[in-house]
């Protein structure tokens, strides 16, 4: 094996290494040789949605949307039962303001055919929303409604 080491040789395998080792530290180790933290940033977030930011004494409940409601909202808890979320949301169903939280629940009244009209929406905090629905008769409803469109049956009291 011939190996000749020119000056020219060694500044190309320099900017190249350089170049390689640009790349990889800011591309693709950066999780590696930190320790993996790589997106910790958005653990923060209920369902990576960058407006729905979790308290850090509810981080542990972010994966469970009722255990989470029941840690960010005061005296208040998801209905017992297996149907505790109404609807499940999606892509499709971000909330991120009160008008996108009506829109969410007047979609599943339409498609359970109810006769419940969206009246008003109430932001609770950064990841949940109260939406108020009437029907004719005068009876209202409450529905609550996460970040990621979920709509949830929930109790509050002492």
């Known amino acids: 094996m011939n190996l000749k080491l020119s000056a020219k040789n060694v500044v190309i395998a320099l900017v190249v290494l350089f170049v ?15 320790g993996g933290n790589q997106g910790d940033d958005q653990l923060n977030l209920y369902a990576g949605i960058p407006s729905a930011e979790i308290p850090g004494e509810c981080l542990a409940h972010r994966s469970d949307v009722c255990a989470l409601y029941e840690c960010m909202v005061d005296l208040c808890w998801c209905k017992e039962g297996s149907d505790q979320i109404l609807f499940d949301g999606g892509a499709d169903f971000l909330v991120e ?8 629940v007047a ?8 006769d419940y009209e969206v009246k008003r929406a109430v ?23 996460a970040a990621d469109g979920k709509i949830i049956q929930t109790v509050c009291g002492v």
């Open 97 to 104: 303001d009160e008008e996108s939280a009506k829109r969410v």
């Open 123 to 145: 932001e609770l905090d950064n990841v949940f929303h109260n939406v108020f629905a009437e029907n004719a008769g005068g009876d209202e409803k409450v529905f609550t409604v």
């Open 20 to 34: 390689v080792a640009f790349l990889a530290f800011n591309y693709g180790f950066s999780g590696f040789f930190d």
């Open 107 to 114: 979609h599943y009244l339409q498609s359970v055919g109810s």
